[in-house]
């Protein structure tokens, strides 16, 4: 089955720190564009970070870059998202997504083939 699981959210204070995690299906995840997106309420879900399988392209939202990393295990079918200094803005329902043979890694999220259900992340001030 084609299949994204995501967890790590959770309630933290303003500057603190979130891993989240992402397992993939073998069949997902080989060879594909690895993706972060959020969606907080009354907003249109956006892109936040993007990961190669190659890992030789590497993208991250101007509203991150700096403070999230991403990053994948190929053998583990797993990608990750590293949150540090995350603020209020940062909250957000954080879904991953996967892009079936993507050379570069997309930002719209129209490019994305298959979402997890997502992970809540909450960020008090």
């Known amino acids: 089955q084609v299949q994204l699981v995501e967890s790590g959210g959770g309630l933290v204070q303003a500057g603190g720190s979130l891993r989240l995690s992402c397992a993939a299906s073998?069949?997902?995840?080989?060879?594909?564009?690895m993706g972060w997106f959020r969606q907080a309420p009354g907003k249109e879900r956006e892109f936040v970070a993007a990961?190669?399988?190659?890992?030789?392209?590497?993208y991250y939202s101007d509203s991150v870059k700096g403070r999230f990393t991403i990053s994948r295990d190929n053998a583990k079918n797993t990608v990750y998202l590293q949150m540090n200094s995350l603020k209020p803005e940062d909250t957000a329902v954080y879904r991953c997504?996967?892009?079936?043979?993507?050379?570069?890694?997309?930002?719209?999220?129209?490019?994305?083939?298959?979402w997890g259900q997502g992970t809540q992340v909450t960020v008090s001030s």
């Open positions: 990961i190669s399988w190659s890992d030789s392209g590497i």
């Open positions: 073998a069949r997902t995840f080989s060879g594909s564009v």
């Open positions: 997504a996967a892009a079936f043979g993507a050379r570069t890694p997309p930002t719209s999220k129209y490019d994305y083939n298959s």
